[in-house]
């Protein structure tokens, strides 16, 4: 039967433009942070993180942005490519009895228009 | 980087039977795994933690009867949906953590897309 549950939003940008993928966290004792994209019938890849002590963090064409005191994250995609569209889904991880906890967030699916 | 393999990647079972998912980490010791579910254009769910040679420990609401999850090496954990139905249709993705690595980054398999008729 048909699942009930949030659908994912979606984010149709030009190529060449820049995305910004915004998500709320929850838990403010989470210390670290991830972003993760996911293609169609795959498990999530890893793309960039960042600790709690640090409000931002650049990659090779993304940036990630943390503002603690609204408990929010984004990311940012710049020149975004046909191979970019994907579900991006933030994740909050916290200590939980030795091990990280990763908790995700809803996702953002992301097109991009060639 | 570390890589984490799930089998099978596909998976048909009648209502009724019993299927078991793999979930190995290749070149590192883990200690602790995870098990999600997703549904369709939804987000990853936590199942259960896997514990080396300890008990599972499960997320609120779900049955670990009914998913039962073996931890017996440091390598290899295993995911067994007990008497599917097709409502147990869904993507189960496992991770893993290596304790060794300089950040607590979680490496995913693949997947497993569990289709039950």
């Known amino acids: 039967g048909e699942s009930v549950g949030l659908h994912l939003p979606t984010l149709s940008v030009q190529e060449g433009d820049n995305s910004i993928i915004n998500c709320a966290y929850s838990n403010s004792a989470s210390d670290y942070f991830i972003w993760y994209k996911q293609e169609s019938g795959k498990g999530p890849q890893f793309i960039i993180d960042?600790?709690?002590?640090?409000d931002k963090r650049q990659g090779q064409r993304v940036t990630v942005l943390l503002n603690k005191t609204v408990k929010h994250l984004s990311l940012q995609i710049a020149a975004t490519q046909p191979g970019d569209s994907a579900v991006y889904f933030c994740a909050e991880t916290r200590d939980s009895g030795g091990y990280q906890k990763v908790t995700f967030g809803i996702g953002t699916k992301l097109q991009v228009i060639p | 980087g570390a890589v984490v393999s799930q089998h099978p990647s596909w998976v048909i079972c009648k209502s009724g039977t019993s299927v078991k998912i793999e979930c190995r980490s290749l070149?590192?010791?883990?200690?602790?795994m995870f098990w999600y579910r997703q549904f369709p254009k939804q987000s990853l769910m936590l199942m259960a933690t896997?514990?080396?040679?300890?008990?599972?420990?499960?997320e609120q609401g779900v049955e670990k009867d009914k998913f039962l999850i073996n931890h017996a090496s440091l390598t290899l954990s295993t995911l067994t949906v007990t008497s599917a139905h097709p409502e147990d249709s869904s993507f189960y993705i496992c991770?893993?953590?290596?304790?060794?690595?300089?950040?607590?980054?979680?490496?995913f398999g693949q997947g497993t897309r569990l289709t039950v008729v």
């Open positions: 070149d590192f010791q883990a200690t602790t």
């Open positions: 991770s893993a953590s290596n304790p060794q690595g300089l950040n607590t980054e979680a490496f």
């Open positions: 960042i600790r709690s002590n640090m």
């Open positions: 896997s514990n080396e040679g300890s008990k599972a420990t499960y």
